[in-house]
Structures are given as structure tokens and as C-alpha cells.
């Protein structure tokens, strides 16, 4: 279904009118839909009904706790790369039997905050985590339930930035040292082998690079099971893209199909960490056009929106669709689509054919993923508000900052004289 579309000239958000967000909650603000999250995972869900498995999603991805909580309520568990990750999904309600704990850099504290909630793995990254989280679980009286994160050297064919399964990238433990390093936590008193984890990449288009990482760990799950080392479940990671522009990534259920292909008659829960691919579309950003700048080089429109509240298109040169929320009728231009912030590098897109005018509001559109969780207040500017929207009800589940946020917890030096 269409959660995000034109009515009578103009855009909707489910049953509500995104003009109507925008003169309550003013701009820049992310709107997200409910029945568009609720979708997007529960086509993960149907397609694995008859597998055992575990669907975690991607906290990073995107972090609202109103987000994490309506995934909850549908069952989900959830993949975390830090404590306070792991913060946000216990406040959502999330079961954290249902956790995997992730990330190169995990510190003691939040290891032993881990332990005790009893959360279902750690996904270890290195041997010297191997050593220093079963030194935490030893201290904490704990067996620490662990997987190893294997970097299968498969090429995601992804932008670099996201590309996370290569001997370059510092994800993970080499597979061809993946056995030497599983037996040596076998003799580990305080850890217990559960399982192997593999992730190759974010906005991957292809399956062909998940079957190829897939290969690789099965027999790396072969080789273990020789070696007296049974695991218990398989983690493929996430990573599955989603359309932006004119991408055709693999439908949910026919990627699920050709994994569970390949997995056979295996005794291994399957489980998946998606993020993008059910947030990404489920979330747009409001902007306002302060300004329109014509030039003989280029035409800017300068909207209130900036690479602080929406950096993917700087950092990654993202490609976002940004559509009039309420069509004009006029002479089409080709714009600059840019921020207020002091950078070059300060934009939206990029050559975009629009008819607009000054006041006009913009859609921003697949802003849900990597959108406000990479936002910052860089030339100290608030953060967003963020909006949920569900049928004709609209929840504000984050208020913007204002200018006391932005100074909370700063404090200015004490003159003292001798």
C-alpha cells in the first residue's frame, strides 16, 4: 500500500495531510508511518514462517524508541552497537533475549550491563575482545552466550563507506583464522558458543553477494562441526537495499526464498539484522524553502533542512527524491536542493527539476534510515522533531531542540584571580 502519496494535489502521510505536520510541529521534521514499519518487517516475519529464526533489527539505523517500541510489539529483536543502544531498546519494551550485541568496540561496562540482562549473543569482532569479554563474564559470575563475526572477504559491490565484509574493512575476524580462533574460545570457561555471524554490507541490490558470503560461512560451519564444535544458529546480518531511485533490489520474500535454498535441511536458526529496508521508506523529512538564489551557473533553493539534520547525501553522495509537497503549476528550473550550513558540502540533491516557490514545503523522501540517528548539531542547530503517524493520528515522538538543548550540560570557567 501507498503510505506515502498524493491526494487531490496534495501529499499524505497515511490519512494525514504533511501541510498539516508542518504548521503544527513547523520544519524540518521527520515523519514516520506506522503501517509502513509495520510492512516492511512483517515481510521478513511471513517469509520466515516456517523456519525457526529471528528477525533483529538494525537499532542504528534508525533509534527512536517510538520506532523500536512499535517493532517490539511485533516481535522483533534487536541488533545493538552500544550501550546506549542497548539503553533505548530496553525503554522501548524490547525483550532482551531477543538482543545481539554487535560492534568492534565494546567496552567492559557495557559488556557487563549486557551480561546482565541475560541478552541472547554477543557478535565478537576480535580475538582480544574474545579475551577481555570472557574476563567480564568470569568477574560478573556469567557465562556469556557468543557467535563469532566472520569477514568473509565478499565484495559488496556497495559504496565503500558501507562496504563492511572485505580484509580491508575492520569488521569482523578473518574466515581463514575463524576456526583457530572458535577453538580457542571452546577452551574459555565463560563463554559458550552459540553461534557464527556474518555481515557484508549495507544498500546491497544483488543477492548474489549474500549467497556468495553465505557459501563461505557453511563451510566454515562444516569445518567446526568436525572439530566437535556444534553451533546453534547462523547470522547473515543485514544489509538487503532498498529503492531510492531507480534501484531494483530483490524482494523481501524472494531473498529470504534463496537463503533458505541454500541453508537445505540444516538445524540452524536463521537470523537476519535488517535496518534500511524497514525504515528507510517508511520515513520522509519536511523542509521548507527559505530562499531561491538563481545564478548563471546554478540555481539554489535554500531550504531550512541541512547536512547536520540529513548527512547521507554529503557523506555517501546519497541520491534522495525531493517532491513539492504541494504541486504549483510554472515554469520548471533545475535546482540545487542546499542547507543554511557554512560548508560547500551542504546539500540535499543536486539538479533536481522542480517548480517552486519561496515558503514552498519539500519532501524529502526514504529519510527514514541513517537520517535523524547520523544527525548532529553542527553550527549549532537544533535537531529535528520527529513525527509518527498512525491512520489519522499523529504522535510527536521527539521535540525539536531548542537553544537550551543545545548548551545542556555545557558551563562557562570561573574567573578566579590570584
Not at 194 to 215: K, M, N, W, Y
Not at 302 to 320: C, F, G, K, S
Not at 394 to 403: A, D, G, K, L
Request: charged share 25%.
Amino acid at each position: 500500500m501507498a503510505h506515502f502519496y498524493y491526494n487531490h494535489g496534495e501529499m499524505f502521510a497515511e490519512n494525514v495531510a504533511l501541510e498539516t505536520i508542518a504548521e503544527n510541529y513547523g520544519t524540518p521534521t521527520y515523519v514516520y508511518s506506522r503501517s509502513a514499519l509495520t510492512e516492511h518487517f512483517l515481510a521478513y516475519q511471513v517469509a520466515l514462517a516456517n523456519r525457526s529464526h529471528l528477525i533483529c533489527y538494525a537499532v542504528k539505523a534508525n533509534s527512536n524508541i517510538a520506532v523500536l517500541n512499535v517493532l517490539a510489539q511485533l516481535g522483533a529483536g534487536f541488533d545493538i552497537v552500544s550501550g546506549g543502544e542497548l539503553e533505548r531498546v530496553i525503554a522501548a519494551g524490547g525483550d532482551p533475549k531477543k538482543i545481539i550485541f554487535s560492534g568492534v568496540g565494546k567496552k567492559p561496562s557495557e559488556m557487563e550491563k549486557a551480561l546482565a540482562i541475560d541478552i541472547h549473543c554477543f557478535n565478537v569482532e576480535s580475538e582480544a575482545e574474545l579475551d577481555v569479554l570472557n574476563a567480564v563474564a568470569r568477574a560478573c559470575g556469567k557465562i556469556a552466550p557468543i557467535s563469532l563475526r566472520v569477514n568473509p572477504d565478499v565484495d559488496a559491490n556497495t559504496h565503500p563507506y558501507i562496504s563492511t565484509g572485505l580484509r580491508e574493512n575492520k569488521f569482523g575476524i578473518d574466515i581463514h583464522e575463524a576456526l583457530e580462533v572458535y577453538l580457542k574460545a571452546a577452551q574459555m570457561e565463560s563463554l559458550n558458543i552459540i553461534g557464527v555471524d556474518c555481515h557484508i554490507g549495507s544498500q546491497l541490490t544483488e543477492t548474489e553477494p549474500f549467497i556468495d558470503a553465505l557459501s563461505r560461512v557453511l563451510t566454515l560451519v562444516d569445518r567446526l562441526q568436525d572439530h566437535g564444535v556444534n553451533l546453534k544458529h547462523l547470522d547473515l546480518g543485514g544489509g538487503l537495499g532498498v529503492c531510492y531511485k531507480d534501484e531494483i533490489p530483490p524482494r523481501t520474500d524472494d531473498y529470504i526464498k534463496e537463503i533458505l535454498l541454500h541453508l537445505d535441511k540444516r538445524d540452524l536458526t536463521l537470523i537476519l539484522e535488517p535496518g534500511r529496508s524497514i525504515t528507510a521508506n517508511a520515513g520522509i523529512l519536511l523542509t521548507t524553502v527559505e530562499y531561491l538564489k538563481p545564478g548563471q551557473e546554478k540555481n539554489f533553493a535554500i531550504v531550512d533542512a541541512a547536512m547536520n539534520d540529513m548527512i547521507r547525501p554529503a557523506l555517501y553522495q546519497a541520491w534522495l527524491a525531493i517532491d513539492p509537497v504541494t504541486p504549483r503549476v510554472g515554469i520548471a528550473r533545475k535546482w540545487d536542493v542546499v542547507g543554511p550550513i557554512c560548508e560547500t558540502g551542504d546539500f540535499i540533491g543536486k539538479d533536481r527539476t522542480l517548480t517552486i516557490a519561496q515558503g514552498d514545503l519539500l519532501c524529502i523522501k526514504s529519510a527514514g534510515a541513517y537520517g535523524f540517528s547520523m544527525s548532529s548539531n553542527y553550527n549549532s542547530r537544533g535537531k529535528a522533531a520527529e513525527i509518527m503517524v498512525d491512520g489519522d493520528n499523529i504522535h510527536e515522538i521527539r521535540q525539536r531542540e531548542n537553544f537550551k538543548d543545545l548548551m545542556r550540560g555545557e558551563s562557562l570557567i570561573s574567573d578566579h584571580k590570584e
